[in-house]
């Protein structure tokens, strides 16, 4: 059975690079999966989950924006930051939204800036959640 690579980069490292049976991620505009043999792809994500799956193992992170390439049966991440899921701080994530909400919003740029903040809490909240159970 065809394999895909699957390579996570950030800026600072790259985070992942590991086969994969299929991947899921989040794009700004819904949800992927890809399997071996995809259509290429340029892809722009979102905040949430990235599901890596080998076998009967399933790998989650959290992904922060970027963008997804698929070319061949290598699936390529580059993203702000990527966590694994069962090391999100659910209390610094639930924190950065309180403070976010709190926050004046009185110009449309505060306002995108205030609804990020709040977006990126959700989606680490939400991958932290799943993880578990």
């Not at 892809?43 to 070319?71: A, D, N, Q, S, T």
């Not at 639930?94 to 306002?111: D, F, S, V, Y």
Request: hydrophobic share 40%; glycine share 10%.
């Amino acid at each position: 059975m065809a394999e895909l690579t699957c390579i996570v980069v950030t800026p600072e490292q790259t985070v992942r690079e590991t086969p994969a049976d299929f991947v899921a991620l989040t794009l700004f505009d819904g949800e992927i999966g890809i399997g071996p043999g995809h259509t290429p792809l340029i892809g722009r994500l979102g905040y949430g989950e990235m599901r890596i799956r080998r076998g009967k193992e399933v790998e989650r992170l959290y992904v922060e924006g970027g963008f997804v390439e698929v070319v061949g049966d290598v699936v390529s991440l580059l993203t702000n930051r990527a966590i694994p899921a069962d090391k999100i701080d659910e209390e610094a994530a639930h924190q950065k939204m309180e403070t976010a909400l709190g926050r004046p919003a009185r110009t449309p740029e505060l306002m995108a800036a205030r609804e990020q903040a709040v977006a990126q809490g959700r989606a680490q909240l939400r991958v932290a959640r799943r993880a578990i159970g």
